[in-house]
């Protein structure tokens, strides 16, 4: 069975950094797109930022690019979303998502496998 396990959330200080981890198991994801997506309180789930198979193409939303960083094991086994300079509206659920993607890598409904979330937080 398929498995996507986020962690590495916290409560950080405006400014901050985190790092979030999303580890893979029970199939293989090398030839899948993962991304990350967020959800606000009241909010509606929104893509953060997606790497293909092979590492070599990223995606950004406008509001974290130049802040946040994904990165994925050469194993393809997890992959990691690095988040500096954390302010209050970064504040939110983040899910780990995996799927086979042609094009649509910042749509949710192009993901077919999808983590329970890790929650983070920064402060002002």
């Known amino acids: 069975q398929e498995q996507l396990v986020e962690s590495g959330g916290g409560f950080v200080q405006t400014g901050g950094s985190l790092r979030l981890s999303c580890a893979a198991s029970?199939?293989?994801?090398?030839?899948?797109?993962m991304a990350w997506f967020r959800q606000g309180s009241g909010k509606e789930r929104e893509f953060v930022s997606s790497?293909?198979?092979?590492?070599?193409?990223?995606y950004y939303a406008d509001s974290v690019k130049g802040r946040f960083s994904i990165s994925r094991e050469s194993a393809e086994t997890t992959m990691y979303l690095q988040m500096n300079n954390l302010t209050p509206a970064d504040m939110a659920v983040y899910y780990c998502?995996?799927?086979?993607?042609?094009?649509?890598?910042?749509?949710?409904?192009?993901?077919?496998?999808w983590g329970k979330g890790t929650q983070g937080t920064a402060s002002s």
């Open positions: 029970g199939q293989t994801f090398s030839t899948y797109t």
């Open positions: 998502a995996a799927g086979v993607v042609i094009s649509g890598e910042r749509t949710s409904a192009e993901y077919t496998a």
């Open positions: 790497i293909n198979w092979s590492g070599r193409a990223t």
